[in-house]
């Protein structure tokens, strides 16, 4: 888990998958266009080949051949069709563009959330430690008041009922901040085998 907020904001830049898949649909983008772009401009071909013929008795030189050509091509009218396709795909690429910025501004909030409410389930957590060490004292103070009876036994109940809801708090916690470490960690993409260290093959 990143150590700080920009350290989370960046990684989500880099890792997160549904970014990086974005990206991909990007470069399709991209190549699609440059190919419509290609198809649409000049293009000379040049090729060489040269061979040579021996004697196999004398090893001398017989023959000499030298072939060079060029290949020209120059796109002419196409109706309009062709500018409307290098149209469309620019079109496509605008519109990528526009997905990736939405995706990383949802995914950054999304980060954002997370990572602001483990920070108030580890304030709770605090809290919440320090109740049971609190309520540990008060029980230990009520049996002991029990023992030469200034206390009931409902009042030591009360009191071990009270511990014991301040260790609930913190099981409910401690769980709630694990739920949210594995979001966060799948929000910057870590949710791999790898990253997560499990004991099977990964690729």
């Known amino acids: 888990i990143p150590q700080n907020l920009?350290?989370?904001?960046?990684?989500?830049?880099?890792?997160?998958?549904?970014?990086?898949?974005?990206?991909?649909?990007?470069?399709?983008?991209?190549?699609?266009?440059?190919?419509?772009?290609?198809?649409?401009?000049?293009?000379?071909d040049l090729q060489a080949s040269a061979n040579q013929a021996w004697d196999p008795n004398t090893f001398f030189e017989e023959q000499r051949y030298f072939d060079v050509s060029a290949n020209l091509k120059i796109p002419l009218y196409k109706g309009g069709s062709d500018k409307a396709i290098i149209r469309k795909y620019r079109e496509k690429l605008n519109k990528t563009n526009s997905e990736i910025d939405d995706i990383l501004r949802k995914e950054s909030e999304k980060a954002m959330l997370i990572w602001n409410n483990i920070e108030s389930l580890n304030s709770q957590i605090i809290a919440f430690n320090s109740s049971i060490r609190a309520n540990e004292i008060a029980l230990d103070g009520v049996v002991q008041e029990e023992n030469v009876g200034a206390r009931t036994v409902i009042d030591v109940l009360d009191a071990e009922n009270e511990l014991f809801r301040a260790?609930?708090?913190?099981?409910?916690?401690?769980?709630?901040?694990?739920?949210?470490s594995y979001e966060l960690i799948e929000v910057i993409g870590g949710m791999t085998a790898r990253d997560l260290k499990l004991p099977v093959s990964s690729f």
């Open 6 to 44: 920009q350290s989370l904001i960046d990684d989500v830049k880099k890792f997160n998958a549904n970014i990086a898949y974005a990206r991909n649909i990007k470069l399709v983008a991209e190549e699609e266009l440059n190919l419509a772009l290609k198809d649409m401009s000049l293009s000379l």
């Open 167 to 180: 260790k609930a708090n913190l099981i409910r916690a401690n769980i709630s901040r694990y739920i949210a």
